[in-house]
């Protein structure tokens, strides 16, 4: 009697914790996604928040998690769309955009100087009698 008691438990405990764990992954942006939206801001783009329906369909028409250009009026503008994970826009001009270009290169530059420098320390260590062989 005791063990069906502790079976449905435990099953029902798992069942919560992948829900959960698959919950939560779904809901978490990509990496580069937040990375680009950190970047925007720090360029001086502004946030617009999808704060009602109405903007909330707006949004979703226009070309997602990409930078492009408009005009209107003669000024030329910059838009950064995302209704899936941020549900908001960045606006900027001229100036945001050729500052945000700059932070992309710095940031990439950065990447790959870390990679660079991880790759260095790699080839550094000395395996010597750790080095594995073909018979493990």
Request: aromatic share 12%; charged share 30%.
């Amino acid at each position: 009697m005791r063990v069906r008691k502790i079976l449905p438990s435990a099953a029902a405990f798992t069942a919560a914790i992948c829900i959960l764990v698959f919950s939560g992954c779904a809901s978490t942006p990509p990496k580069k996604l937040v990375t680009n939206e950190k970047l925007l801001a720090a360029a001086g783009f502004r946030r617009y928040p999808a704060d009602t329906p109405a903007k909330l369909a707006r949004l979703k028409k226009l070309p997602q998690q990409k930078l492009f250009a408009r005009a209107e009026g003669g000024v030329e503008y910059y838009i950064y769309a995302d209704a899936q994970h941020c549900q908001c826009l960045f606006k900027g001009g001229r100036e945001e955009y050729e500052h945000y270009q700059q932070l992309v290169l710095d940031n990439q530059l950065a990447q790959d100087r870390r990679t660079r420098e991880k790759r260095e320390r790699a080839k550094e260590l000395d395996w010597g009698k750790w080095r594995f062989r073909d018979d493990w």
